[in-house]
């Protein structure tokens, strides 16, 4: 379907851009488009105009610090995070990114669009919840940082006002780190998917359980007290055609356990 007539600017300035989008509520800023596109040929959505942010430098690139922490343009795509030495201090955010649709997503696809959709489908939620991610926003008012816990509202919604764009995503140092999930094929997007960090306390998140990842802190790092724990989350999952809810329900047990497992080397 041909998308309808749609106002565009491609602005080379993080300055610039947040203008545009602050000058005209129906503004919706464009990353990789492999998600809003495609929303638009459906007419899921109509917005007035689009922000290409392609051009915008000071959203690209990966920094790792001294102490090991990583620091991701939200316009990094998931091959450059892929192949990025800076990127293998924290090895499950590549990893998860490999397993994302095809090579030809991959290429184009951000890690700021990726959340920033908030699909409950998508792998990099529950990820970047449970590594304990800090997303960094920002406005003509100033950059604020939100917490990976808060900052997924529901689906498709974040803590990404009007006029405000993601910058920056920052994930502390670590390693110990783990990652399940049922995907619909090898490349498909998730039916169930769960992320578990073991650098200090285990901390898991559960993906398509939830409209956003739900966040466990089992008692101890024991299968019993992780199953225990995604049961007292008294989780309400859908039901569709790829799984009822009490299937997703129980792979969302067997996830978590294998995550957390993988997380503590095991």
Same mark, same amino acid.
């Given at each position: 379907? @041909?998308? &309808?007539?749609?106002?565009?600017? +491609? %602005?080379?300035? @993080?300055?610039?851009?947040?203008? $545009?989008?602050?000058?005209?509520?129906?503004?919706?800023?464009?990353?990789g !488009?492999?998600?809003?596109?495609?929303?638009?040929?459906?007419r899921?959505?109509?917005?007035?105009a $689009?922000?290409d942010?392609?051009?915008?430098? /000071?959203?690209?690139?990966?920094?790792?610090? #001294?102490?090991g922490?990583?620091?991701?343009?939200?316009?990094?795509?998931?091959?450059?995070?892929?192949?990025?030495?800076?990127?293998?201090?924290?090895?499950? $955010?590549?990893?998860?990114?490999?397993?994302?649709?095809?090579?030809?997503?991959?290429? &184009?696809?951000?890690?700021?669009?990726?959340?920033?959709?908030?699909? %409950?489908?998508?792998?990099?939620?529950?990820?970047?919840?449970?590594?304990?991610?800090?997303?960094?926003?920002?406005?003509?008012d100033?950059?604020?940082?939100?917490?990976?816990?808060?900052?997924?509202?529901?689906?498709?919604?974040?803590?990404?006002?009007? !006029? /405000?764009?993601?910058?920056?995503?920052? $994930?502390?140092?670590?390693?110990?780190? !783990?990652?399940?999930?049922?995907?619909?094929?090898?490349?498909?997007?998730?039916?169930?998917?769960?992320?578990?960090?073991?650098?200090?306390?285990?901390?898991?998140?559960?993906?398509?359980?939830? #409209?956003?990842?739900?966040?466990?802190a089992?008692?101890?790092?024991?299968?019993? #007290?992780?199953?225990?724990?995604?049961?007292?989350?008294?989780?309400? %999952? %859908?039901?569709?055609?790829?799984?009822?809810r009490?299937?997703? +329900?129980? @792979?969302?047990?067997?996830?978590?356990? +294998?995550?957390?497992?993988?997380?503590? !080397?095991?």
């Open positions: 379907m @041909l998308l &309808r007539e749609v106002g565009y600017a +491609r %602005p080379g300035s @993080l300055g610039e851009a947040i203008e $545009l989008l602050a000058a005209d509520d129906g503004a919706r800023a464009l990353a !488009g492999q998600t809003l596109i495609n929303v638009m040929k459906a899921a959505g109509s917005p007035d $689009l922000v942010l392609g051009r915008i430098e /000071e959203l690209k690139g990966i920094e790792l610090g #001294a102490d922490t990583l620091e991701i343009g939200a316009m990094t795509t998931y091959t450059e995070i892929i192949e990025s030495s800076e990127a293998r201090a924290r090895p499950i $955010l590549g990893a998860v990114c490999a397993q994302i649709a095809d090579v030809q997503v991959r290429n &184009r696809g951000t890690i700021g669009g990726n959340i920033c959709t908030s699909d %409950p489908t998508n792998h990099l939620p529950p990820l970047l919840a449970a590594l304990h991610a800090e997303m960094t926003i920002q406005s003509s100033g950059t604020r940082t939100v917490p990976a816990a808060d900052f997924f509202l529901g689906v498709y919604m974040t803590a990404v006002g009007p !006029g /405000e764009l993601l910058t920056k995503i920052k $994930l502390p140092a670590g390693r110990n780190d !783990g990652f399940a999930a049922v995907t619909l094929g090898v490349e498909g997007t998730c039916i169930v998917s769960a992320a578990a960090s073991a650098n200090g306390s285990l901390t898991i998140a559960l993906g398509c359980v939830d #409209a956003v990842p739900v966040v466990l089992p008692d101890s790092a024991e299968d019993d #007290a992780i199953r225990t724990a995604v049961r007292a989350a008294d989780l309400d %999952p %859908p039901s569709d055609v790829h799984a009822s009490a299937y997703r +329900r129980h @792979l969302a047990e067997v996830l978590a356990v +294998r995550a957390a497992r993988q997380a503590q !080397g095991s």
